[in-house]
């Protein structure tokens, strides 16, 4: 319930800010005489729609974090744990020319970790009880780093922006193909009727998956270079140490929320080598296994 809670007030947010926004700047109808497409405020249209939702769900990523996973932010530490964390994370964000981030702690079976904020200043880095209980030091201090190098990479940031700017493309490009079929196929010289919404839903969709692609290949592309960080600020073989530890746990159920998947340090399922691989937000660990034990770092 809350998860569908939080998905409606974003997207309230989304259609209050991008109607304010087409307000301000003036752009009129998408549609002119004998139903022709205006491609200017189309485009307008779809760069503020597609854009506004990601931007807002970035700075809203942190709230949402909190209360869709249920992470206790660590204030005043109560064990020497949770001081070791803290001190941990400070020792990470300082040597990657960060500002401390939120540190908090999740209740999940499965170790995983993930961060998220709007900007590389104002972060939250949060992880899993259960990465805690069967992690050592060293490779809880690894996957910290990982995150820490999420954050001081500006990953969150720049898959917003991408995201946002492929969510505006689709919809430009499914409503120009939503256009063509109304008025070239059927005939329609009215405006938008009933064949240009359901070729536009149809593009939206087809379109969307390829997209997605795009997508998921720099997520993919970020995991490698947040490894990379987390080997250079906490050590190479604990990264690899901490990935493999991930690895023996791959049958562990995922309990993180289909949202939060990008955000983490592993999706909690083995990847496969597919067509579907192409829409995995992580490569295999294999893989990034791979790419650690070939970097010429210590």
């Not at 691989?277 to 650690?292: F, G, N, T, V």
């Given at each position: 319930?809350?998860?569908?809670?939080?998905?409606?007030?974003?997207?309230?947010?989304?259609?209050?800010?991008?109607?304010?926004?087409?307000?301000?700047?003036?752009?009129?109808?998408?549609?002119?005489?004998?139903?022709?497409?205006?491609?200017?405020?189309?485009?307008?249209?779809?760069?503020?729609?597609?854009?506004?939702?990601?931007?807002?769900?970035?700075?809203?990523?942190?709230?949402?974090a909190k209360r869709?996973?249920?992470?206790?932010?660590?204030?005043?530490?109560?064990?020497?744990?949770?001081?070791?964390?803290?001190?941990?994370?400070?020792?990470?964000?300082?040597?990657?020319?960060?500002?401390?981030?939120?540190?908090?702690?999740?209740?999940?079976?499965?170790?995983?970790?993930?961060?998220?904020?709007?900007?590389?200043?104002?972060?939250?880095?949060?992880?899993?009880?259960?990465?805690?209980?069967?992690?050592?030091?060293?490779?809880?201090?690894?996957?910290?780093?990982?995150?820490?190098?999420?954050?001081?990479?500006?990953?969150?940031?720049?898959?917003?922006?991408?995201?946002?700017?492929?969510?505006?493309?689709?919809?430009?490009?499914?409503?120009?193909?939503?256009?063509?079929?109304?008025?070239?196929?059927?005939?329609?010289?009215?405006?938008?009727?009933?064949?240009?919404?359901?070729?536009?839903?149809?593009?939206?969709?087809?379109?969307?998956?390829?997209?997605?692609?795009?997508?998921?290949?720099?997520?993919?592309?970020?995991?490698?270079?947040?490894?990379?960080?987390?080997?250079?600020?906490?050590?190479?073989?604990?990264?690899?140490?901490?990935?493999?530890?991930?690895?023996?746990?791959?049958?562990?159920?995922?309990?993180?929320?289909?949202?939060?998947?990008?955000?983490?340090?592993?999706?909690?399922?083995?990847?496969?080598?597919s067509l579907a691989?192409?829409?995995?937000?992580?490569?295999?660990?294999?893989?990034?296994?791979?790419?650690?034990?070939?970097?010429?770092?210590?």
């Open positions: 319930m809350l998860r569908i809670i939080l998905f409606l007030l974003t997207n309230l947010a989304v259609m209050l800010v991008a109607g304010i926004v087409l307000s301000l700047l003036g752009v009129g109808a998408t549609h002119g005489a004998g139903n022709t497409l205006q491609l200017g405020n189309l485009l307008v249209v779809c760069f503020v729609f597609g854009t506004v939702g990601s931007l807002i769900s970035l700075l809203m990523s942190k709230w949402m869709s996973m249920g992470v206790e932010l660590i204030e005043s530490p109560r064990s020497g744990e949770e001081r070791w964390l803290l001190d941990t994370v400070a020792d990470l964000a300082q040597r990657a020319g960060i500002k401390m981030p939120e540190v908090g702690i999740f209740p999940s079976y499965q170790s995983n970790a993930f961060a998220t904020g709007w900007n590389r200043n104002d972060a939250l880095v949060a992880v899993s009880s259960g990465l805690l209980q069967r992690m050592s030091k060293d490779e809880v201090r690894a996957v910290l780093g990982h995150e820490i190098g999420h954050v001081a990479n500006g990953d969150m940031v720049t898959l917003a922006l991408i995201q946002g700017v492929v969510n505006a493309f689709v919809m430009f490009f499914s409503r120009i193909i939503g256009n063509f079929v109304d008025r070239v196929v059927f005939k329609n010289e009215e405006g938008p009727g009933i064949a240009y919404f359901v070729t536009s839903i149809i593009a939206d969709i087809v379109l969307g998956i390829l997209a997605s692609m795009i997508v998921m290949s720099f997520s993919r592309y970020r995991e490698f270079r947040a490894d990379e960080a987390g080997a250079k600020l906490a050590g190479r073989q604990a990264m690899i140490n901490a990935l493999r530890a991930l690895q023996r746990e791959h049958e562990v159920p995922d309990q993180m929320p289909a949202e939060m998947t990008a955000m983490a340090i592993t999706t909690g399922r083995r990847e496969g080598f691989a192409l829409m995995l937000s992580h490569p295999p660990l294999e893989k990034r296994i791979a790419a650690l034990q070939n970097l010429q770092i210590a």
